[in-house]
């Protein structure tokens, strides 16, 4: 007897810029074509970021010439986060979101989101995560209330597998207590 399993899942952190969250069709737009890509979205909420998170948050490009430009947009308005997951997140994410440098994405992808959506080099439209460290590390400043550790020790195998209803109101996935309860544990 062969059994299948599948891969687990990949977490990411995906934002919508200020600018972009300006426009309510833009972040409709941008919404439904997370949904459409078959992410589970985890977490969702529309925040502020403050200037010491958002220096933690791009720490890596500090000292760099367009940093304090990148930290004034950043924390210009209200953003959209999401903790998303699915097989390849972070990849499937940024191909979707598209060459960082808006301007090469209007003209050498202009289908993905950035090639839309971005006015500029930092005002692209959207951020993800570019590794599973950063992936963790970017997801505890926005849901410090997160736990990657618990997630895949509890909640991953009935995402993976499906168990999982969305909740329109929240705009995010949760476990389905009628269809999870069919799960067997073999811990």
Partial sequence: MQFVTSKSLELTLALIKPHAVKSPSVVESIKNEILKNKFYILRYKRCLLNVELASCMYKIHEGKPFY?????????????SFLLARE??????RHMM??????????????????????????????????????EKECSVFFPDFSTTEWYKNEEIYFRNGYVKFDENQFVHVKDVGAASLVVSFQ
Avoid at 68 to 80: A, K, N, Q, V, Y
């Fill in 98 to 135: 598209g060459i960082t440098r808006a301007c090469e994405a209007h003209i050498e992808d202009p289908s993905s989101i950035r090639g839309q959506y971005g006015l500029s080099n930092t005002r692209n439209a959207t951020h993800g995560s570019d590794s599973s460290q950063s992936a």
């Fill in 88 to 93: 390849n997140c972070i990849t499937k994410w």
């Fill in 68 to 80: 304090p430009r990148l930290i004034g947009h950043m924390t210009s308005g209200p953003l959209e």
